[in-house]
């Protein structure tokens, strides 16, 4: 094939050492071309890659409309673009005829005019095609980006503890942030330009054949090159662009918690260890772009180098052409607009294959998020309404990534309406009761019944909806109080005076109107605005105010005095009346008041009853209490 490819420049008066050179050239990369198909398995890794893309096609298809409009913009731009170029070879073959022939100025001018105003009305064209072409791909692709973005957000909030336990929030904050926006580059610029190469290229080589087939053939020589190259180079730029990307998220990680967690840095008085280690993730992150940028910076002038060769050849080729009037010298600067019509296109390969891998990196790393499936599901769909009955038979639960064992053989039950209280020592398992009830784990062995029905039944809404939850652990969002206290209401339910009676309830009514902007005060990131003991009466508020069968209070009183817990403990009693209820706690004057009581010891049931029959026992319960006593005595 590459014989009779290169037959076809004998009758060109070229000097041999340039033939032998050619010839000696177009065979190397012959050869090239084979040692690739051999070593193809080796770049199994890449196409894998490359698939991860994949997920993308379900957007397209939903915006095919757009993208096929798109392309017959592109079309469009590249016919006008294209089609304007022969009157730059009329135009400079009319000037040589014209001197030649003695033809007058005014009627040159005329003609000359015409070829303008001919070339004006298909570049204007041609813009007009373009700016369409921007408005349907471009536009699509900033669509789909939202789609992804609101995909990925959703999954995120199916997903359930154990995956944010395995998971830094900087590197889910990336990948929804800057790896959809480098997806969107693919989806946008990258198929744009694509599309636009390749009829913009068709375009231009059929007419560049037309005019000289020859001449044609030696402007694309470099070519091959460039193909090879970019073949090569894109491998690079994918290994490369995954690292940038995985040290970014690490970056991300880090300022987050730093930002959450300013309180105990200048508490601590670290923050120059801060920003050194900030630094430090920064500087690596600096040495692994700069690496990137590098490929990439030597990779652009290699391709223009390319190209410019194109068009030497064109010159001198094109010239010995001319001299044998076998074409013109219109035909020479026409090839010259066509080289340079072709010179981004196919500069921007390079740019585009970066584009992809960056892309296929990008979208690598959101695909195994979104293949993650969540742990917690329900599995049969029985009744949705909820009573309150509650039971534990023989529960076993091991935390999964730290192998802690929380609960062993653990059973109880809490009838319609009452309260059990449950107490014990930092760590003896009394939040992972509160954790499995709510679902955010599943047991490993037992069961937890709820009106007689394994929770694993119940659809995870309808037990969530009907649960109201005062987490250990109080997690406020950066907004007022009011949204805070109604976070767990609808938007229609959300009435001034039920949220006021919310804050009355959990005794922080009154510190509410202390404030400046009393029920409209931004309480900060992560309540940060506020103590310990308001951040903890404004999580009770929200998990009264929804009104739930079932409560849950998870030692949400241990940041305020003995005097406010009585206040609230007095109000809970009217809100928890006919409502099942479950008060953990480490302090005897929270729990003691309750129907029920169990003590719970390294993740077993030690003692069980109500506050009078655990004293009289003189067990583990009554040793707190004395302990507990004898605390009060000394602070009094």
């Not at 744009?192 to 000289?212: A, R, S």
């Not at 772009?289 to 190209?307: D, H, N, R, S, Y």
């Not at 500069?347 to 969540?374: C, D, M, Y």
């Not at 655990?614 to 040793?623: D, M, R, S, V, W």
């Amino acid at each position: 094939m590459f014989v009779i490819f290169l037959s076809t420049f004998e009758p060109l008066k070229i000097p041999p050492a340039f033939y032998l050179t050619a010839k000696l050239y177009l065979f190397s990369e012959w050869a090239k071309i084979n040692r690739q198909k051999r070593t193809f398995n080796r770049l199994k890794i890449q196409r894998i890659k490359l698939g991860s893309l994949k997920h993308i096609n379900k957007y397209l298809y939903k915006y095919r409309l757009r993208l096929l409009l798109g392309l017959l913009f592109v079309v469009a731009s590249n016919y006008f673009a294209v089609t304007a170029v022969p009157y730059v070879r009329l135009t400079i073959d009319y000037l040589g005829t014209s001197v030649s022939q003695g033809i007058p100025a005014s009627e040159s001018y005329h003609q000359l005019l015409i070829y303008g105003l001919y070339t004006l009305g298909y570049a204007i064209l041609s813009g007009f095609f373009l700016f369409l072409m921007r408005q349907t791909i471009i536009v699509m692709s900033r669509l789909i980006e939202y789609d992804l973005k609101n995909e990925m957000y959703e999954h995120y909030q199916k997903l359930d503890t154990a995956f944010y336990k395995r998971n830094n929030t900087g590197d889910m904050m990336n990948r929804i942030s800057e790896d959809v926006g480098r997806v969107r580059m693919y989806i946008g610029p990258a198929i744009m330009y694509i599309f636009n190469t390749l009829f913009l290229f068709l375009f231009t080589i059929t007419e560049m054949v037309n005019v000289n087939f020859e001449l044609t053939l030696y402007v694309l020589i470099p070519l091959p090159i460039l193909a090879i190259s970019i073949y090569y180079v894109s491998n690079t730029i994918n290994k490369k662009s995954t690292k940038v990307q995985e040290q970014l998220s690490g970056i991300t990680t880090h300022t987050q918690e730093a930002f959450s967690g300013i309180r105990v840095l200048k508490a601590y008085g670290r923050e120059d260890k801060s920003i050194s280690d900030f630094e430090k993730q920064s500087n690596s992150y600096k040495n692994l772009t700069m690496g990137l940028v590098k490929v990439e910076a030597l990779f652009q002038p290699f391709m223009i180098l390319l190209i410019g060769l194109s068009t030497l050849f064109t010159i001198y080729i094109g010239g010995m052409q001319a001299i044998d009037h076998k074409i013109s010298y219109g035909n020479i600067a026409e090839f010259i607009v066509y080289v340079n019509r072709l010179t981004w296109p196919i500069a921007s390969l390079g740019w585009v294959t970066s584009l992809i891998q960056r892309a296929a990196a990008s979208q690598t790393r959101i695909n195994e998020f979104l293949h993650t499936k969540p742990e917690i599901t329900s599995q049969l769909a029985t009744s949705e309404t909820i009573n309150g009955d509650i039971e534990f038979k023989n529960v076993n639960f091991v935390y999964p990534d730290s192998g802690i064992v929380a609960l062993k053989n653990v059973s109880f039950k809490i009838p319609k309406g009452k309260t059990l209280a449950i107490i014990g020592r930092t760590g003896s398992g009394k939040s992972t009761i509160a954790n499995l009830m709510c679902r955010l784990y599943d047991v490993d062995s037992g069961e937890i019944l709820v009106d007689k029905n394994n929770i694993k039944n119940i659809p995870i809404s309808a037990l969530r909806s009907q649960i109201g939850y005062a987490p250990q652990e109080v997690i406020l969002f950066s907004d007022t109080i009011t949204h805070n206290i109604a976070f767990s209401i609808d938007e229609e339910n959300q009435k001034a005076d039920v949220i006021v009676q919310a804050a009355k309830d959990a005794a922080i009514y009154s510190n509410i109107m202390s404030f400046k902007d009393q029920f409209e005060t931004i309480v900060g990131e992560r309540g940060i605005t506020l103590s310990g003991g308001q951040k903890q009466r404004i999580s009770i508020a929200r998990a009264i105010i929804k009104k739930p069968q079932i409560m849950i209070f998870d030692d949400c009183l241990s940041a305020v005095d003995t005097e406010t817990e009585e206040e609230i403990l007095g109000n809970l009693k009217k809100v928890m009346a006919d409502k099942t209820s479950l008060i953990i706690s480490h302090r005897i004057s929270t729990v003691k008041n309750s129907d029920n009581i169990i003590v719970i010891d390294k993740g077993e049931v030690i003692e069980s009853g109500n506050h009078q029959q655990l004293i009289e026992k003189q067990g583990t319960y009554f040793e707190l209490h004395k302990m507990q006593l004898l605390e009060e005595e000394k602070t009094a």
